[in-house]
């Protein structure tokens, strides 16, 4: 499961990049992940997890000391 947030399962988003001349090209926009490890709030235990930035921010995660 690549380039997807595993908390909020945010994604890439795919559209066209436009040109001056409104040539269109297709465009994908990826996500700003960060691997962190992260305690995982049931269990306790550590676990590596690709997180977007936005759930890092709002303290939807907790980072492993």
Not at 38 to 54: E, F, L, Q, S
């Amino acid at each position: 499961m690549s380039r997807f947030c595993e908390i909020c399962g945010k994604g890439p988003v795919v559209g066209n990049s436009v040109s001056h001349a409104h040539n269109k090209t297709k465009k994908v926009w990826y996500p700003n992940l960060q691997k962190l490890r992260v305690v995982v709030p049931k269990t306790g235990a550590v676990k590596r997890m690709k997180v977007c930035t936005r759930c890092l921010r709002s303290g939807a995660i907790k980072k492993a000391v």
